[in-house]
C-alpha cells in the first residue's frame, strides 16, 4: 500500500519536474512519517526512499535509534532551544529555524560535537498568525546575523504554505519564497548558500515543484492520513 502510495507521489513529481523543464536530480521527496510505526517507515524505506521528516524531537530521536543509519532525518517542526542537543547529530537538515536565538544554540551545539549543521530558515510567508516563521521582511536581516555564527550554514529557505482546497491558490506563494532566495543571493552574504527551497506538502507539491522546490514534504499521501486522537499535538 505505501508502496502503491509512493508510486503515485513519485509519478506525480517526474511530471511537475518535466513540465517545468527541471531536472529530476534537482527535486527530493522527504516522507513525513510524524506519528506513523516503524514498520510502516519500513515499507517506504524497503521502497528506496531514504529522506525521512520529522516534527517532534523525541519521535526523531527514537525512530533514528531503531531504523537504519543511511536515512536522512530532516527536523520540519518547531524546534525548542533546550531540545537542540538532542538532535544537532541526528538530523541531516533543520528546516525550521526562525530566530537568531534559535541558530545560535544550534551554533553553540554543533561546535561542541564538532559539526557543521546545514538549515533553512522558516518564512511565514502568507504571513498566518497561527503559523510559525520569520516574517517576509525580517529574513534577510536575520540571514545576515546567523551567518556570522560558526558550525552553522544556512543553506535557503522553507515554508509551511496556508491550507488550501486549490493547490493554485498557493502558487503566489511558493513564487514570493523563491523571489526572496534571489534577493538574498543577490546580497552576496558570506556563509550563506541559497541552494534548497522546501515547500509544498501532499495538497500542493506539483505546484511548489514548478515553482522551484527542491524538498516537498508529503505525508499523508504517503503514509495516509494521520491519527490524532493519539498525539493531539500533531
Ligand atoms: C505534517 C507536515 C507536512 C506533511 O503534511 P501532509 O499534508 O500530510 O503532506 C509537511 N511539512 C510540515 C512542516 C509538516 O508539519
Given at each position: 500500500?505505501?508502496?502503491?502510495?509512493?508510486?503515485?507521489?513519485?509519478?506525480?513529481?517526474?511530471?511537475?519536474v518535466?513540465?517545468?523543464?527541471?531536472?529530476e536530480?534537482?527535486?527530493?521527496?522527504?516522507?513525513?512519517?510524524?506519528?506513523?510505526?516503524?514498520?510502516?517507515?519500513?515499507?517506504?524505506?524497503?521502497?528506496?526512499?531514504?529522506?525521512?521528516?520529522?516534527?517532534?524531537?523525541?519521535?526523531?530521536?527514537?525512530?533514528?535509534?531503531?531504523?537504519?543509519?543511511?536515512?536522512?532525518?530532516?527536523?520540519?517542526?518547531?524546534?525548542?532551544?533546550?531540545?537542540v542537543?538532542y538532535?544537532?547529530?541526528?538530523?541531516?537538515?533543520?528546516?525550521?529555524?526562525?530566530?537568531?536565538?534559535?541558530?545560535?544554540?544550534?551554533s553553540?551545539?554543533?561546535?561542541?560535537?564538532?559539526?557543521t549543521?546545514?538549515?533553512?530558515?522558516?518564512?511565514?510567508?502568507?504571513?498566518?498568525?497561527?503559523?510559525?516563521?520569520?516574517?517576509?521582511?525580517?529574513?534577510?536581516?536575520?540571514?545576515?546575523?546567523?551567518?556570522?555564527?560558526?558550525?552553522?550554514?544556512?543553506?535557503?529557505?522553507?515554508?509551511?504554505?496556508?491550507?488550501?482546497?486549490?493547490?493554485?491558490?498557493?502558487?503566489?506563494?511558493?513564487?514570493?519564497?523563491?523571489?526572496?532566495?534571489?534577493?538574498?543571493?543577490?546580497?552576496?552574504?558570506?556563509?550563506?548558500?541559497?541552494?534548497?527551497?522546501?515547500?509544498?506538502?501532499?495538497?500542493?507539491?506539483?505546484?511548489?515543484i514548478e515553482?522551484?522546490?527542491?524538498?516537498?514534504?508529503?505525508?499523508?499521501?504517503?503514509?495516509?492520513?494521520?491519527?490524532?486522537?493519539?498525539?493531539k499535538?500533531?
Amino acid at each position: 500500500m505505501i508502496k502503491d502510495n509512493l508510486s503515485e507521489v513519485q509519478r506525480n513529481i517526474a511530471s511537475a519536474v518535466k513540465r517545468s523543464g527541471r531536472r529530476e536530480e534537482d527535486v527530493c521527496l522527504i516522507a513525513v512519517s510524524k506519528t506513523k510505526p516503524v514498520s510502516l517507515i519500513m515499507e517506504a524505506y524497503d521502497a528506496g526512499i531514504r529522506d525521512f521528516g520529522e516534527n517532534k524531537v523525541q519521535e526523531l530521536v527514537s525512530k533514528y535509534e531503531e531504523m537504519p543509519k543511511d536515512i536522512r532525518w530532516h527536523m520540519i517542526g518547531h524546534l525548542q532551544t533546550n531540545k537542540v542537543k538532542y538532535i544537532v547529530d541526528k538530523a541531516y537538515m533543520i528546516h525550521s529555524v526562525d530566530s537568531l536565538k534559535l541558530a545560535q544554540q544550534i551554533s553553540k551545539e554543533a561546535q561542541k560535537q564538532n559539526k557543521t549543521c546545514d538549515i533553512l530558515l522558516e518564512v511565514n510567508v502568507a504571513d498566518e498568525s497561527s503559523k510559525f516563521g520569520l516574517s517576509c521582511d525580517q529574513v534577510c536581516e536575520t540571514a545576515e546575523m546567523i551567518a556570522k555564527l560558526p558550525a552553522i550554514r544556512i543553506r535557503g529557505l522553507m515554508t509551511v504554505a496556508p491550507y488550501v482546497d486549490d493547490p493554485e491558490k498557493n502558487r503566489t506563494i511558493f513564487r514570493k519564497l523563491k523571489q526572496l532566495s534571489v534577493d538574498i543571493t543577490n546580497k552576496n552574504i558570506d556563509n550563506v548558500f541559497m541552494d534548497t527551497l522546501s515547500m509544498g506538502m501532499s495538497g500542493d507539491y506539483e505546484v511548489a515543484i514548478e515553482e522551484g522546490a527542491k524538498y516537498v514534504r508529503v505525508g499523508t499521501s504517503v503514509f495516509g492520513e494521520r491519527n490524532y486522537s493519539i498525539n493531539k499535538e500533531n
